[in-house]
């Protein structure tokens, strides 16, 4: 009978620790895949920034460009 109990509480711990494991490994595979969604994320925007950095150096050459031929016009400072 002692042997019994013995094999049955054995049964169960063993199936305590593979439901466990299965659940640190979900929670592995659900930690990588947001870990990598967030870093998709933050590279997007990243390159959204670098675009938006150029287009403003942009305009302000032809910002400044246009300055100059305002000042050439007008002879001197406008």
Known sequence: ML???FFVTRWF??????VYEKHIQQNDALHAKVTKEKDE???DREARIAELKAEVADLKSKLSRSGKRKN???GGTS
């Not at 711990?13 to 593979?18: D, I, K, P, V």
């Open 41 to 43: 994320r933050l590279a």
């Open 72 to 74: 050439d016009r007008d």
């Open 3 to 5: 042997a019994a109990a």
């Open 13 to 18: 711990l063993n199936r305590a620790e593979a």
